[in-house]
């Protein structure tokens, strides 16, 4: 694989995210999530992702589709992406919604926040993909020290400073913990 290949076909926005079950492929590989309208982000996270092209980049080893259309931009079920979009928008899960789950960490917002961040994310990002039968999460990882997608912290030189912090605040939330 031509990784500069990869990087131009990801570097450019493909769709509007609005259009993401129209046109994004039922087939394995990358994808990457551009802002196209930083509208109700605080002005802290608006400065940040300013001087970044792209804000998400994922590896999907199944289906494009469902990571990235169902998951990442629907939260249809787990997704780091929106998870993290979410709380930076300023959402925070149910108090106590992962209590007596197995997984203490896959937080989810109310059935009104989902819709608000999907409309949000329909209005404000735009998307990009490159089809690959056999993506590498060696390549993914690659490519996030390359580009320092700000939304993706694992394997990232330079996260958006307080995400973490941001998304431990909602598991402790839908962990019933108290924080001050």
Same mark, same amino acid.
């Given at each position: 694989?031509?990784?500069?290949?990869?990087?131009?076909?990801?570097?450019?926005?493909?769709?509007?995210?609005?259009?993401?079950?129209?046109?994004?492929?039922?087939?394995?590989?990358?994808?990457?999530?551009h802002l196209?309208?930083?509208?109700?982000?605080?002005?802290?996270?608006?400065?940040?992702?300013?001087?970044?092209?792209?804000?998400y980049l994922?590896?999907?080893?199944?289906?494009?589709?469902?990571?990235?259309?169902?998951?990442?931009?629907?939260?249809?079920?787990?997704?780091?992406?929106?998870? %993290?979009?979410?709380?930076? &928008?300023?959402?925070?899960?149910?108090?106590?919604?992962? @209590?007596?789950?197995?997984? *203490? $960490? =896959?937080?989810?917002?109310?059935?009104?926040?989902?819709?608000?961040?999907?409309?949000?994310?329909?209005?404000?990002?735009?998307?990009?993909?490159?089809?690959?039968?056999?993506?590498?999460?060696?390549?993914?990882?690659?490519?996030?020290?390359?580009?320092?997608?700000?939304?993706?912290?694992?394997?990232?030189? %330079?996260?958006?400073?307080? &995400?973490?912090?941001?998304?431990?605040?909602?598991?402790? @939330?839908?962990?019933?913990? *108290? $924080? =001050?």
């Open positions: 694989m031509n990784i500069d290949a990869l990087l131009t076909e990801l570097l450019e926005p493909k769709a509007p995210a609005s259009e993401a079950e129209k046109v994004v492929p039922d087939r394995n590989g990358y994808y990457s999530i196209t309208n930083p509208k109700g982000l605080e002005a802290w996270v608006a400065n940040h992702i300013a001087d970044h092209k792209i804000i994922g590896i999907a080893t199944n289906s494009l589709n469902r990571r990235l259309t169902r998951q990442e931009l629907r939260h249809k079920s787990p997704a780091t992406f929106f998870r %993290s979009l979410g709380a930076l &928008l300023g959402y925070r899960p149910p108090v106590g919604s992962l @209590i007596g789950k197995a997984n *203490q $960490r =896959n937080y989810r917002f109310t059935k009104d926040d989902t819709q608000s961040i999907i409309e949000w994310i329909n209005n404000n990002l735009a998307i990009s993909w490159f089809v690959d039968e056999i993506p590498s999460q060696v390549v993914e990882r690659e490519l996030i020290g390359k580009l320092k997608p700000i939304i993706n912290i694992a394997g990232n030189p %330079s996260p958006l400073p307080g &995400l973490s912090k941001l998304r431990s605040e909602c598991r402790a @939330i839908a962990c019933g913990e *108290q $924080r =001050n």
